[in-house]
């Protein structure tokens, strides 16, 4: 087994490359973000920047009290759209290794909703990567989010700063 010139966290074996480490993790669980960042940087030498972003669910939209929020999403369709967001910023910037990490199901004040870690040789890379995965995110990913609050239950949209910030890329 050798490892590919360009990014320690793929294997070449007959002439295939394959991603030792999943990119993409739709689930109910929590997870830990010194875990998640210490596989980004398990054996990974070539890589001097890690940009990490954690996003939560906030107690408060637009002036309500949230009390909890529901994501469903479409298994299969979701993955595949994760996928595509991936490609288009490994096309976009040098980076390495990506994990995106998106949970489902009930969530409460506090949670951990989403995770996105990226690494490169260099910041600048990492750091646009990041914010550009996050903001297709918020506006391609099939996600559906049910907010509720002391009045009832919501369906959200896309807030439209945050389709107008994804438009800029």
């Keep these: 087994m050798t ?12 002439n295939v490359t394959e991603n ?44 309500k009290n949230v009390t909890s929020l529901t994501l469903e999403h479409y298994s299969g369709m979701t993955e595949k759209s994760l ?4 490609k288009q910023a490994k096309e976009r910037w040098r980076i ?8 489902i199901g009930e969530l409460f004040i506090g949670d951990q909703i989403v995770f996105v870690g990226v690494t490169s040789k260099h910041r600048q890379d990492a750091f646009a990567a990041n914010e550009f995965i996050m903001d297709y995110l918020k506006v391609q ?29």
């Design 20 to 63: 030792k480490y999943p990119e993409i993790s739709i689930q109910t669980a929590d997870f830990s973000l010194s875990d998640e960042v210490a596989l980004l940087e398990q054996d990974n030498a070539i890589d001097g920047a890690i940009v990490t972003f954690t996003g939560r669910v906030r107690n408060q939209n637009e002036g």
């Design 96 to 103: 390495g290794r990506v994990k995106v990490i998106h949970r």
């Design 141 to 169: 990913a099939p996600f559906w989010k049910k907010e509720a609050n002391k009045d009832g239950v919501n369906w959200l949209d896309a807030k439209s700063t945050d389709e107008s910030k994804a438009a800029t890329w």
């Design 83 to 86: 996928a595509t967001i991936i």
């Design 3 to 14: 490892l590919h010139n360009d990014q320690e966290n793929n294997v070449t074996k007959n």
